[in-house]
Each structure stands twice: as structure tokens, then as C-alpha cells.
T-cell receptor, first 115, second 113 residues
Framework: QQQVKQSPQSLIVQKGGISIINCAYE??????FPWYQQFPGKGPALLIA?????SEKKEGRFTISFNKSAKQFSLHIMDSQPGDSATYFC??????????????FGSGTQLTVLP | KAGVTQTPRYLIKTRGQQVTLSCSPI?????VSWYQQTPGQGLQFLFE???????NKGNFPGRFSGRQFSNSRSEMNVSTLELGDSALYLC????????????FGPGTRLLVL
């Protein structure tokens, strides 16, 4: 119930191409879906996030598409650049006690953008 | 504004020992969460502290414990280390616990021999 499944495990894209990473979840109690970017030797950094009342959110070259009925969401990186090469994690958050929230992460996608 | 700092950055221990990791949150942040990151299991939530109280806990054995001090700094302790505890331990701080304002530190890389 708490699992978030992410695919693909790795992705190689040419510079200027579109990178697409997909995630699926089971628990309908999840109500916040962030994406994180992690570079080697660094902690994950929040990239973009969406709530289930919205089907799409765009910030610059990054877009989240959300399909509530299918319980799936995806990250699209337009005009991918070599600097985007990193590991990307989807996550889902569920409210717990008080204002606390617990994040459940996908397994990660290692993106390589070729120059 | 300074980010989340974690010390030490690297640590080597042997099985059976115990270890304490430290996390200093961003100034003003009262919530500190700990995560374990391994190649096999990915990122897993350990626990969250808010105002010196553990507010949320993941599915880890009791060997993993933590605490938070009045200045919001947090420590995580792992007793009786096992080889499988080798991981990157990440700390994240936020204003009140919401992931919208959560920032991760660089992590402590623990190797258990």
C-alpha cells in the first residue's frame, strides 16, 4: 500500500531531447507528489511537486503530469541538458500525526544526457 | 542562509559497534527527518522529530534511535551495527514537517565492516 513504483531504472537521452520518468502508486491516501533531483555526493533536492487536484504542473523545463484515476504521475524534462544528468526520485506523501508527513520514495532513475 | 549540515560526512565502523550521526537543520526549521539510502532499498524514512519529540517513525528496528535538542539539532544513533546498515544517512529539515519546505543535507556515508 505504501509503495511507489518508478521506471525506468536508467535513462539515456540526447541533448535537447525529452526525458520521461514514470511513477505509480497504490495508496489513494497519498496527497502530495514531489520529484527530487540528486547529484552524486549531495542530498536530494526538491525539483517540482503536484497535488492530486491538478493534472499538470509546469516549472521551466520540468513538467509533472498526474493521472489520478490511473494512480500514475510522470516527470517530463524538456530540452534535456547534460547538466540534468542526475538521479531522479519520485515520492508520495501522506499526512500522519499533526502536521507531520511521511515521504515514500520511488527507487530512482539515473538520467544521463549525452552532449 | 546556511543549509542542512551533517557530521561526520564519512564513517567506518565494525559490526557490533554503535554510531551517532549529527544533523544541524536550517535556522528556524523545527522538524528534522532522517532517511536511509541504499542501492538495494532506495530511500527509506527512519523517523521525524519536531520540537524535541518523535512524531513519526518508519519501519526500522529499535537499534535505530534518535533525539532532537532544544536548538532543533538532531542526532541519530545506531546500536549493534550490522553489515546491512552500510548506507548514506540523510537528514532533512523543514519548517514544520511538510515536504514542501524540506531540505536535505549532504548525508553521512556509513560503512560497516
Amino acid at each position: 500500500q505504501q509503495q511507489v513504483k518508478q521506471s525506468p531504472q536508467s535513462l539515456i537521452v540526447q541533448k535537447g531531447g525529452i526525458s520521461i520518468i514514470n511513477c505509480a502508486y497504490e495508496n489513494t491516501a497519498f496527497d502530495y507528489f514531489p520529484w527530487y533531483q540528486q547529484f552524486p555526493g549531495k542530498g536530494p533536492a526538491l525539483l517540482i511537486a503536484i497535488r492530486p487536484d491538478v493534472s499538470e504542473k509546469k516549472e521551466g523545463r520540468f513538467t509533472i503530469s498526474f493521472n489520478k484515476s490511473a494512480k500514475q504521475f510522470s516527470l517530463h524534462i524538456m530540452d534535456s541538458q547534460p547538466g540534468d544528468s542526475a538521479t531522479y526520485f519520485c515520492a508520495a506523501s501522506i499526512p500522519s500525526s499533526g502536521s507531520a508527513r511521511q515521504l515514500t520514495f520511488g527507487s530512482g532513475t539515473q538520467l544521463t544526457v549525452l552532449p | 542562509k546556511a543549509g542542512v549540515t551533517q557530521t561526520p560526512r564519512y564513517l567506518i565502523k565494525t559490526r557490533g559497534q554503535q554510531v551517532t550521526l549529527s544533523c544541524s537543520p536550517i535556522s528556524g526549521h523545527r522538524s528534522v527527518s532522517w532517511y536511509q539510502q541504499t542501492p538495494g532499498q532506495g530511500l527509506q524514512f527512519l523517523f521525524e522529530y519536531f520540537s524535541e519529540t518523535q512524531r513519526n517513525k518508519g519501519n526500522f528496528p529499535g537499534r535505530f534511535s534518535g533525539r532532537q535538542f532544544s536548538n532543533s539539532r538532531s542526532e541519530m544513533n545506531v546500536s549493534t551495527l550490522e553489515l546491512g546498515d552500510s548506507a548514506l544517512y540523510l537528514c532533512a529539515s523543514s519548517l514544520a514537517g511538510g515536504p514542501e519546505t524540506q531540505y536535505f543535507g549532504p548525508g553521512t556515508r556509513l560503512l560497516v565492516l
